[in-house]
């Protein structure tokens, strides 16, 4: 289970940098706003486990409420864990499946509303398995994220962070999906910077099929597997392949 209150516009203006994650001189960019921390304690929740944290001197940040996403004392910052799903990211570059991850995973958390809300997290990975109780909590199907938030370059004229292809096929963009017929955050009002809506995570009309993004979809585990940017009738012949993939769930209230 996880929040939801990264703002879309913090994480658009704030692009991951797949270098390490660690306080350092790379990361001192990100940490010099309360926007960029705010993201940066995202990323430190999706990437590292609950037992670990992340103390980074940041000059001029104001002391925070203790019950922040992060917290600042004295103009020392803490950024603390929750779902581990880099773990080695905490000392070394980040590879390019771990960079899919932790861009799903911020993905999913992004809220439109800028409002807090609990939600269930699920996926492949072992860090996002959840047990009998969670799945009887969060039963509302939201949407699958998945995609590259990583840069490692700047535009060379306006020091705007572009995204960088972890491989030569894989699209700058990031993408979502969401179910129907009940679509929640999933489908934002407007969709905010270097995010692709790739349409229905799956056909839901089976007498008139219609195009779909995500080629399966394990029922018992309440997740999808093989997603796309854009969608397809089975067969996406042109598009990259996903399968570092986020399904959200949210209570039925």
């Known amino acids: 289970m996880a929040s939801n209150k990264l703002a879309s516009n913090k994480l658009a ?50 002391d925070t409420d203790p019950l922040a996403s992060y917290t600042c004392v004295n103009e020392v910052c803490t950024f603390t864990g929750a779902l581990g799903l880099a773990q080695h990211w905490i000392d070394r570059r980040l590879d390019p499946k771990g960079q899919r991850w932790v861009s799903a995973c911020l993905l999913a958390r992004v809220n439109f509303h800028d409002q807090a809300e609990a939600i269930s997290l699920r996926g492949l990975a072992p860090e996002l398995t959840v047990n009998t109780d969670e799945q009887e909590i969060y039963t509302v199907e939201e949407g699958a ?49 270097a995010s692709n809506y790739a349409g229905d995570c799956r056909d839901y009309t089976t007498d008139f099929p219609s195009p779909y ?36 769930y949210v209570t039925a209230e």
């Open 145 to 193: 994220f998945f995609g590259n938030l990583s840069r490692t370059t700047k535009a060379p004229s306006t020091g705007t962070p572009v995204a960088a292809k972890a491989r030569p096929r894989e699209s700058s963009a990031v993408s979502r999906c969401a179910t129907a017929p009940k679509r929640i955050r999933a489908i934002p009002a407007r969709p905010f910077a």
């Open 213 to 248: 993004a995500c080629k399966s979809f394990d029922l018992e585990e309440g997740i999808y597997g093989d997603c796309h940017p854009g969608v397809g009738d089975g067969h996406w012949p042109s598009l990259r392949t996903y399968r570092e993939i986020i399904t959200s």
């Open 13 to 62: 203006s704030n692009a991951l940098s797949s270098t390490r994650l660690a306080a350092n001189q790379a990361t001192a960019e990100i940490l010099a706003t309360p926007d960029g921390r705010d993201v940066y304690s995202y990323i430190v929740g999706c990437a590292l486990s609950d037992s670990t944290t992340i103390e980074a001197t940041v000059p001029g940040a104001p």
